[in-house]
Each structure stands twice: as structure tokens, then as C-alpha cells.
């Protein structure tokens, strides 16, 4: 590295610092522990004399540690021993990769060192929201008002060489990095962003509901309809939105219709209306659009009618014209029902100025741009080096060849065909090669589209158009998964990417960029933190890379890319493949993002809370009835706490409302309605934001009821599937357990079906140990939905009783009350035993604990009845050879295990032994299900000691299936879960047999 300023040329200098630079040559690693991210050794030395100040330069492998105060002194005080006393008395400085050490440590950790003011972008309070929600908390020590653009890696591309379709990465493990890290951007970082108050963007479709309304005043939904107030003098715009069922190379959506606007009246009514036909019931994305000018409102109001009430929110109508802006995601019905089924647009304010109405979207959709070689097809570039590539052409005749779309729904595919089909222009977002290489557009294209968001100064003058969307942006966050494998249980680990060198190191609004050091610091040290406290203490923190990866390189603010560890290696998948690792990942990468953003705004910051738990639903007068539940703390965030909590209703499974907020833990509610099934989520609040939902519970009151019945959700368990490693073979052994998604998994693939460890990857198509089926890609599986209290209730409601619901932690509690209910119904679906993913010492989701067998104990000895299902509820302790809980299920459950696995058909039906009360044949699910979770290990149980009868078998292999005792009490117990039989008639009905048993005499 050349010095900064030379030597001095006096021969005793010369000779001084000649000696110098041989002793700092035979240095020892300053930081040892840091040797696995590059070799860090002295590089040369500067001696100004005039300031009698020493420069050592070392090798950028120091930049790649994190920096703080106290590291820096450490080095200087290490070469300062080396350099010896003739040196003792002049200042000393280190520099590395072209920066001084202490530069490198990032603002909000500096005590003794001044802060860095050009790195600070400064406070926000006096920003309008593109979009907020009425009525909505907010999050003022959280992230509102912020706008965060965010991604997830790579997708479904058109390769032109081969043209085809296919993924940018190797299907490995049962998933595809393009899949995969969708798996932590969308259902778990996006929300707890807006959950903190931010506005996320993403240049990929959000929503995997491959369902899409759109309704607009130019070629609508078929059956949807747009509907304009009589006496609104609106007028037509020729530019605007139309949907086109296929997108050609150049087509722009939002350039080819046209939209509507009308001047600001000046009261409250609901001006235009838009009402879609829906073919499906589901949960659908509402995105709106319209066109932005300088004599747009910044507060025009969108009024959301949908199953679950009425949510409005407050659009900033003079940026982000021209593509889809997001509102929420919300529950409709099948067909057109204005009243649960419509969005409004109106006035808000008097304020002069026109109000834009183009089309609005509901759902995501199947991809629509299609694709065929071009002309000139080039090889793939290397983001690291797309500047300095040298490329290959091939000539095409695009003639030859028909015009294909990609099959897959759009969330599936890359940033590249989302952006020309929310009408982003083509040569400053994403046609950056002239048609001649999708992959290279794809992930050149997302740093583009950042920078359009924003606009000037941040689009090139030679780009053209400088005015962009004015959206001003905060940060920018790439989430990637690396390569590499370990020949053992090593971890690869996590690695940071930034880039400083563009334009001197200045953002076009001169800020440092030496701020995406900071939030890449920032964000790695609390993934790799948070991670060894909950998970494994050896995980590896790579390094801080200040490279020119497009994606780091490209956007003008603030930005980081991750590498979260390797997709291609078991140790890391055995953690990535877990959905509680996914969601503490998320809630790391949150938080980083928040600290960072707090210190730029110089707020305060606090973490939104961890959702609640204990929640019950009790009776407790005529129509009354008590929720209860509690707080979570968090031990790596003292913040955490909540202030205040939500709770939100369904009604009879239409959809959530907007909740109610309440101080304490307990809320009485008046549910007078009878023959309907109330439905309850709680959220817990705080100045940071709004916690994930916990369990949802259901209550219901049938008229002229029986008794009342219990409901306890036994339910919990989310999980990986399981790993085996033998060091020859290694992988996913998804025939012995598929884990348990939460809620959904949109990042599945298939199952593996090469686990040799030595078998090499040749090509993404035969990529090797990992390889794995593409058979299940675009289907979201079912997980734990925490909702079955509302499916068993709907059956115990049809044979005549009322329910309530609790959780199995609450049921457990010694003083908890089972004295008033008819019976009890123990919800355990793939409920097992699980070793911990830190500490295979210690076990999560155990059935049969201290306080479950008490509860259970103290059922039968007052004689009531039981019903309790699930797939493992025998594999619990016949698989670990737990004599003692055995013995309880023998003695007082009355059945024993046989074996797991027991049925692949999924059909079972009821012997001639319990024909006195059961009678039929129905069917589970074992296959994939839309909206049933796979049983694909349900129990074999057997009868234990008199009285107890085998009361149902599998149909293909006739193995008992479940156990009914008719004794002093009364028990059921069914090896595979009441909730995954398929058909919800046949649920009613075996209800129905199940409770006829407990009624009979």
C-alpha cells in the first residue's frame, strides 16, 4: 500500500524506520481470533516528521473485523511494543483498506472518539407518510415513518442461452436460495418492520396468493366492477394502469391506460368505489395506484372493506405515482360482497388539490412477462466483477422461438419482471443489457430500482428522467445465502457486505458511505450475537466486506448485504431449515436496522415486544367471558417489554378486525351472539410497535346448549425436520419427521434425494449432495396455524354444546378450575417432544410434563371425559423408552404405544367393538393439502386393561388407530389429529359419535 505522505530522507530516519518496518514484518497476528477472515499482517509505514506521527498501514483483512474503541487501542498499544522505545513518545495511527482504523467504528458505539456528523442523515419528524393506517399507534420509539427498501435474493429467471426458466441458484436440502430467503423477508422481517412503523418497498411481488383481482376503470376483473358517485366530475388521464394478461419486452402497464382525477370536494363521501369478484375465499394483498403531480393531496383516504371489518388508511398521493403501493393484506370471501369485499377512495381534508384513482390490485398473482431469446445473448456476470467482465455473445433469431412465461406466481420470480410489471421504466431499473442477459438484470436492477424510489439526485444524469418516485429511503437491505461446505459439524457462518469507494466515498447527497459500514456492522454483530445466545455459541461471524457487489454498491443510501451463512452445508442448514431460527434471524436483522436508524435520527430506540402467551377464555357469568394472558420477556432485550396490549376478534372465521387496545392482561367481553364462534389473537404493544400474534382461541355459545365443553390447545410445536449426519451420508430425512411450519412455508421445494456427502456438484441440474426434487415449488404448505380451537369448536358447537378455550399451558396450572365442563378436548396435532437446537441435553414441546399428567390425573379421578388426538401422543414415550410416562398413559389413558408410521394411506374407519357409539370411515391428510397440515407419521396406539377397546384402525394395514375407555370416566384417544381429517362434514359427524359416547350411559 503506498504511503500517504514518504519518508523522511536524514539516513538516521532512514535507518530508524527500516528497523521499524522489519520488527512490525515479524509482528504477530495482532487479533488471532479473528485469523479465519484473511491473513491480518503489517503492510508499510509512514514516518512525518513534521508532525512526529507514525502511519502504519495494515492489509484490509483488519477492515474485515468489527472495530470498536477498544480494538483500536489494542493495536496501537500492540505496535507500539513492537516498534519499541525510540517510538514510545509520537502519536501513532493505523489505517486499513484505505481508511483509519478508528473511522471504522461505527457511530453509535463511540464513546471517546467523535462522531462522524457526515454519516448521519438526520431527523425525519417533519416527513409525510406514503402510507399510514388510521386509528393505528405510532411507533415513535419504533421505525415510523421510515421507508426501508428490502429483498430477498435472486428468483425465477429466463435464461436465453438455453431458453428456459429456472432458478439463479441449486435446488439443495428441500429448498432454493431463491426461495429460501423469502422464507425470512416475507413472512417475518417485512412485518415486524411495519409492525415498528415503516414502510417497507420490494422490488419482488410481496404476496404468495397466486390468486389477482384487479379492478380499474380501463379492462377490470371480469365480474369486478369500478363505480364512480353520481355528480363527481372526474376526468380521464392518458396515462395510467391496464391489465394485460402478458408483458412484452418493453411494455409498461402504467404507461399504456389511463386513470381518473377529480378535484378535492371538500367533505366525506366515499367518491369511487372499487368491488372485486373473488374466486377464491383467502387472504389477498390490496395494492393501489395513481399518478403523482405537484397539485396531488398528501392525505387522501383508502377505506379497506373486507371479512374481518373496515381498516382505512391515509395515502401521500404526491410521490410513489405510477406503481403499486401497498396497503395490507386482509381476509375476503368468494364472489363480489361490497360490504366485506370493496376499497374506497375520498376526501379527507380542504385542502386544494386533485385526488388520482387508478387500478387496484388484490392478491399476487401469476407472473406475466414473457420472455424469448433476443438478438444477442451474453454470458452471466459476476456481481463482484459485472464492471470488469469480459463477455461472450451468442446470436439468436428470436423469430425461432415462442414467447414463454414463466409458470410460476409471481412472488417466485426475480426483481427483474416485478419491476416492469409495476411499471418501472426499462432502461433505468431493469433492462440495463439491452435484453440480452436477465440474470444480469435481475440483480443489477435492484439497487436501480432503490435509487428511482427515490430520485433526484440519486438517478445519473444521463439516465434520463431524474424525477423518479420522491420516496425518500432510509436503508437498503439485500438478505443472501452463501456456498460452501465443511467436511464436519463446522458452521460457514455470517458474512457482511458493504461498499464505500463510489464517487469518493459520498452518497449523491453528500453523505459518507462509510454509513453502510455502520448498519452492516451494526446488523451483523446482532444476528451473530443474538444467534450464539439462543442457538450455538461457536457460530461464525465472517467478515465486513467493503466490496462492489452490486448490490451494495448501486443503491445512494445507506445499504447492506448479507450473506447468512451456507445454503450448501448441513451444519447451517440444521439451524436455517428451523422456523424459530428464521424468526430470531428476522427479529436480529429488525433490530440492527432500528439501532442503526435511531442513532441516525437521534431517537431513542425501544424493540416492539415477543408475542404473548398463556391466553385462556373463560366463563364467567351469562354471556360473559374473562381473556387472559401474559407477557414475554425478552432476555436479550430489557426494551421489549409491553406497555399496553391488542386484542382482536373474528367472527365465525370470516376475518380479524381491527382490535381494541387494553391496558392489563385480562379482558371481559359481552358475547351475546348465540351459534357463532367469536375468535380472539392478541398482540402486546409498546412505543417500539406491535408484537407477532400468539395462539388464536375460540369460544362459542349453541342455543339451547348441552354443557359446556373445554377446548385446550396442546399445539405449539414449530420445527425443522430432521437432520441426520452419519459422515458419509447427510442431509434431510423428511420420512421420519417434515417439522412443523409456522403458519405456512413458502420456501419448499422437495424432498432431497441425494444425501451422499461425496457426490459433487456438476451443474445446478445435478448439483450433488443436497439435490433435491422441484415437484412442490410455488406450493405453500401448511404449518401449525394455532387456530384449531376454532375447527374443533365448529364441531362440538354441530353436536349440541357450547366451548371455550384455553392454552395447554394455562390447563396445566394447578390452579386451574375443570370442575363446570362436560368434557375436555386436547388438541396435540404434531405436538412431540423436540431437542433444543443449542442444547440436545434439553427437550421443547413435551406432552406428557409434571403439570399435564397432574391435570390429566385430576380429570379421570373426577369422572369426566376426554378426547384427546394427536399424531404423536404414543410416540412421546414409546420412542424414548419413558417407562414412567408409559405407565401413567397405560394406567390412566388406557392405551400403549405400537409403533409409528403407522398409516401412509390416511383413511380410518371404526370396529365392530365400539359399534354401540362409532360408526364410519374417514380420511386424514398425509400428502400435501392446501390448508391441512401433512400427518406423515400418525400413531399406532393400542388398548390398555379392562374396558378399554380399540375404537378405530388405519384402513390400509387394519393397525388400531385409537382407544375409547368406557370406565369410571371416559376417554377417546385417536393416533392421528382431529383437525387434519379432510373432509369437515366427516369431522362434524365423528364429533358428534365421540360426544354421543360421553353423553351414553
Known sequence: MTPIIGFSQTTRRSRMIIKAENRLKNMDNPLPEWSHVGRIRFDSLSFLSEKQLVQVFFTSSLSYTPVRENKVAHIENSVREVLGRKFKNYPIEIYTDHHLLKELVPNSLRTAIPIDQNRISGDKSNRIPVVQQSGKEKSLSGLYNNNIALWDSHGWYYESKLDRWEWQRARLFGTVEDMYTMSYVLPYIVPMLENSGANVFLPRERDWQSQEVIVDNDKPTPDSELIISDGIAVEQIVKGFIKNDTLFSGDNPFQMGTSLRFQNLKDNNQLIKYIPSFSEKGRYSVSVSYQSD?????????????????????????????????????????????????VTIS????????????????????????????????????????????????????????????????????????????????????????????????????????????GNPNISANEGDLTGMQIPIDLAFAFHTDAGVTPNDSIIGTLGIYSTTANQGLF????????????????????????????????????????????????????????????????????????RFRFDVSRAIYKGMLKFQSYQENRPFIVQPLPVNDFAITKTGDNSFKLSWSAVNDPLEPSARPDKYKVYQRIDGKGFDNGVIVDDTTLVLKLDQYDQIYSFKVTALNKGGESFPGETLSVG??????????????????????????????????????????????????????????????????PGWGA?????????????????????????????????????????????????????????????????????MLIDYKIYTPGMISKLSELTENGSKLFISGAYIGSEFGESKDSITANFAKDVLHFTW??????????????????????????????????????????????????AITAFRYGENNVSAGVLFNGKYKIVAMGLPFEAITDSTDRVILMQQIIHFFESK
Not at 415437484?775 to 401448511?782: A, T
Request: proline share 4%.
Open 347 to 454: 376526501c379527507t381534508s380542504e385542502k386544494p388539490g386533485f385526488i388520482s384513482a387508478d387500478a387496484v390490485k388484490f392478491g399476487g398473482g401469476m407472473g406475466n412477462v414473457a420472455r424469448r431469446p433476443p438478438e444477442e445473448s451474453v454470458q452471466n456476470k459476476k456481481s463482484l466483477a459485472e464492471k470488469n467482465t469480459k463477455t461472450e455473445s451468442v446470436k439468436n433469431n428470436p423469430q425461432l422461438f415462442d414467447y414463454k412465461l414463466s409458470g410460476k406466481p409471481g412472488y417466485l420470480e426475480g426483481a427483474r419482471y416485478y419491476l416492469q410489471s409495476a411499471g418501472f421504466p426499462d432502461t433505468l431499473t431493469y433492462n440495463l443489457n439491452k435484453n440480452s442477459n436477465d440474470y444480469n438484470d435481475d440483480y443489477q436492477s435492484r439497487g436501480k430500482w432503490v435509487n428511482y424510489l427515490m
Open 701 to 766: 355459545q349453541k342455543s339451547n346448549s348441552k354443557g359446556n365443553i373445554l377446548v385446550v390447545n396442546g399445539f405449539d410445536r414449530i420445527c425443522g425436520p430432521a437432520i441426520f449426519d452419519n459422515g458419509i451420508t447427510a442431509g434431510v430425512a423428511w420420512w421420519k419427521d417434515q417439522g412443523v411450519a409456522d403458519r405456512q412455508d413458502i420456501s419448499f421445494v422437495g424432498f432431497q434425494y441425494d444425501f451422499d456427502r461425496k457426490s459433487a456438484w456438476l451443474d445446478d441440474d445435478s
Open 772 to 840: 433435491s426434487y422441484g415437484d412442490m415449488e410455488g406450493k405453500v404448505i401448511p404449518g401449525n396455524s394455532f387456530d384449531y380451537p376454532f375447527i374443533h369448536g365448529k364441531a362440538i358447537m354441530a353436536a349440541g354444546y357450547s366451548f371455550v378455550s384455553i392454552s395447554d399451558e394455562v390447563f396445566s396450572e394447578s390452579k386451574f378450575d375443570i370442575s363446570s365442563y362436560f368434557a375436555t378436548d386436547i388438541i396435540l396435532g404434531e405436538e412431540r417432544s423436540t431437542r433444543s437446537l443449542k442444547d440436545t
Open 898 to 947: 405400537r409403533t409409528g408410521h403407522a398409516s401412509k394411506g390416511g383413511s380410518f374407519y371404526t370396529t365392530d367393538y365400539a359399534r354401540r357409539w362409532l360408526n364410519g370411515k374417514w380420511n386424514f391428510n398425509v400428502e400435501y393439502h392446501p390448508e391441512i397440515y401433512t400427518v406423515e407419521a400418525p400413531d399406532g396406539i393400542e388398548p390398555a386393561g379392562k374396558n
Open 508 to 579: 449523491p447527497n453528500g453523505k459518507s458511505r462509510l454509513a453502510s459500514r455502520d448498519l452492516t456492522d451494526l446488523i451483523q454483530t446482532q444476528v451473530v450475537d443474538d444467534i450464539r445466545q439462543i442457538y450455538n455459541p461457536q457460530w461464525t461471524r465472517r467478515g465486513l466486506w467493503d466490496k462492489q457487489y452490486s448490490e451494495a454498491l448501486r443503491p445512494n443510501v445507506p445499504t447492506m448485504l448479507l450473506e447468512l451463512f451456507s445454503h450448501q452445508n448441513i451444519a447451517d442448514m440444521k439451524f436455517g431449515l428451523d422456523p
Open 294 to 342: 405537484d397539485a396531488s393531496l398528501t392525505e387522501v383516504k383508502y377505506t379497506v372493506y373486507h371479512a374481518g371489518g373496515i381498516t382505512e388508511f391515509l395515502v401521500n398521493q404526491k410521490i410513489g405515482g405510477g406503481t403499486w403501493i401497498y396497503l395490507g393484506t386482509f381476509d375476503f370471501l368468494v364472489g363480489k360482497n361490497p360490504e366485506m369485499g370493496m
